[in-house]
């Protein structure tokens, strides 16, 4: 071997050597940067010492199960998001840039009364122009809009709140919300307000009528000052009739009432109320009769309560059926109920008024007939509804009114 070719070959193999040293110190330096980067990110302790292979591939495999945890973590948020999407009563709707619906929830479906949303324009979407309107001004104005729209020919009222650049620059995030249950509750509690002080205004001007006219000298005549106090007395109890059945209402409506059940059967039910009514029925030349059968299964009823009911029933059929008219109690067993029913020959109640009757004040052509607090119909409603059954009537102007209810047999 000539001494040439051994000096090159020694060359050849120390540059070799350089080569690969520098090389793997090269791959040390990315191993060490690359590990303290991982260690970093899943937020390990950086070594003291330099990181070797076996840590970096430690730590990659830690990373990973920390990505894999992330995931199942995002995923069941996701999971959550989702169901309470599908579920809330509120109608949520995302559009693109190109005002395509790309997402709309069962509640959009059912609000808009629209069985396929996706892919179609929000403006087919919408349908009223109100609404449309509304979502136009906030693409526009690039700012969050909202309105109420009262549907036509359905008493109803739809809210539609519009946030503009959602899902995607130009898309839009659409919210629609029912809220005639809203506005039917405000609309109740005006129409009390508005009934309660219609109610108060007539009693209250009687009896500063009648004590303008004692004062002016009638106190001096003792036979018409006793029958202006007889008078007085009878506004007064007018007066504290109403505020108790008001207190009642209130005290059932909010749940406040206790009912004290017990067995019982519906022949003792009605026998206790007709002994209550006979006097008052004698008086109006009213035939009060009690029809029922003996052999009736027992019931679980709060028996006041329900004597409560059936009194205010009999005190109607009383007050609205002329002299020498029949006001009839009954009774009948269903399969799992027994019908009470009180019917009588009166001057029956308008088709119109009919499904009305039960509400607060409530009084068919009140011009026409006796006094009376409309409340009585409503309260008895509430007590049948605590007992877990229910009451309804059926009349026919100039033929009678019957009134039923149903109790659960025990
Ligand atoms: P009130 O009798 O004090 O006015 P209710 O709530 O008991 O109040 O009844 C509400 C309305 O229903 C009455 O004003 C009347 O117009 C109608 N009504 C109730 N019972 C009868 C009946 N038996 N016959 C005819 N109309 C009735």
Known sequence: M??????????ILLTLLLWLGWHSYVLKRRVVELTKAV??????????????LEELSNAIAALQSQFRDRLADANAEGAQLAAVIEQIPDGIIIADEEDKIQFANPAAHTLLENASLLESRV??????????EIWQKSKKTKTVQSDVLEIPFQRGFLQLVVAPDQYAPGGSLLLIQDLTRLRHLETVRRDF???LSH?????????????ETLQDGALDDPPVAQRFLSRIETEVDALTQMAQELLDLSRIESGQIELNLQNTTPQKILQRATERMRMQAERADIHLVLDCPNELPNIQAD???IEQVLVNLIHNGIKFTSMGGTVTLSAESGSRSIRFAVSDSGIGIPANDLPRIFERFYKADPSRRSRGTGLGLSISKHLIEAHGGKLWAESVEGQGSTFYFELPIN
């Open 303 to 305: 028996v006041a309560r």
């Open 193 to 195: 307000i508005s009934n």
């Open 39 to 52: 260690l970093n990110t899943s937020n390990q302790p950086l070594p003291q010492d330099m990181p070797h």
């Open 199 to 211: 109610e108060l205004r007539t009693p209250l001007a009687s009896l500063r009528a009648l004590t």
């Open 123 to 132: 403006v087919q979407a919408l349908r009223y122009h109100q609404l449309i």
């Open 2 to 11: 000539s001494p040439t070719f051994l000096y090159t070959l020694i060359a």
